[in-house]
């Protein structure tokens, strides 16, 4: 644990108490819909994830019962996504969290982020060993299978929306339209209804907003870059109410500046 990166921009709104956690969790769990831990071990575990202690938040959140291995998942999660420099790491620290979740998805069937960040997991896995070696391995029917999985117990899941679209778009980027529709199901018009459905639901999600816009480019090329540039711009704009946001919300500018 004590040789994780911490977190870059510590800030002390990021840091709830337990009355502002349970007062804010709404607007925190808009894009996952995470139910309210009842459990104290696992609200301080999402605590310390919410402040950015993502290895506190794994250490505490792995013992801390189903809510709490979620905190700990999506820690080292986000960890992993933006703040791990090794690619070997990154791909075993993928590995792990699927692993654990696929565990928890055998004791709670029904518990939605047990199968989004699975699905986030072997996404980002996949993006590392390339997508075509993914899907020679069958990573993309899992993937698809999670989240629609989520989305089945969790309707407005924003986030699953997101890693959907994003899904489309990579399907139809890697193998062409005709044969991403006929063999896999991916359309680049559902990427984007995917996209949008999720701002709708979650309107201050920058993350939303720099994967639609990597998507437009992906999908359209320069026909789309001014709607993109747009979207990357308001992700830039957003407002962070927690670590995971506050790094989606540099990763914008940094394209922004890119």
């Known amino acids: 644990m004590s040789q994780w990166t911490a977190f870059p921009y510590p800030d002390a709104a990021y840091r709830y108490s337990a009355a502002a956690l349970k007062k804010n969790w709404p607007r925190l769990h808009l894009g996952d819909g995470e139910p309210w831990p009842e459990h104290k071990p696992a609200q301080d575990a999402w605590r310390a994830y919410h402040a ?8 505490t959140g792995l013992p801390a019962g189903p809510s709490g291995i979620n905190a700990a998942n999506k820690a080292a999660m986000i960890y992993t996504a933006y703040l791990e420099d090794d690619a070997d790491a990154r791909l075993a620290a993928y590995q792990a ?45 899992k993937v698809k299978a999670s989240l629609e999985r989520t989305l089945a117990l969790s309707p407005k899941h924003a986030d699953a929306m997101i890693a959907l679209g994003t899904w489309h778009t990579e399907i139809v980027a890697k193998v062409g339209g005709l044969v ?44 789309r870059l001014k709607d993109a540039e747009k979207l990357y711009a308001e992700a830039a704009a957003c407002t962070a109410a927690d670590a995971m946001e506050r790094l989606d919300i540099e990763a914008a500018r940094t394209e922004l500046e890119d």
């Open 52 to 59: 950015g202690d993502f290895a506190l938040a794994l250490e």
């Open 97 to 141: 969290i699927a692993a654990r979740c696929e565990a928890l998805q055998e004791q709670e069937p029904d518990n939605a982020n047990a199968w989004y960040i699975h699905a986030y997991a072997l996404g980002r896995y996949s993006q590392g060993i390339s997508i075509a070696r993914a899907l020679a391995q069958g990573l993309g029917g």
């Open 180 to 223: 991403a529709g006929i063999t896999y199901g991916a359309k680049k018009e559902e990427a984007e209804r995917l996209f949008k459905t999720a701002l709708a639901l979650n309107p201050g999600s920058a993350i939303a907003r720099t994967e639609y816009a990597d998507a437009l480019v992906t999908l359209y090329g320069k026909s």
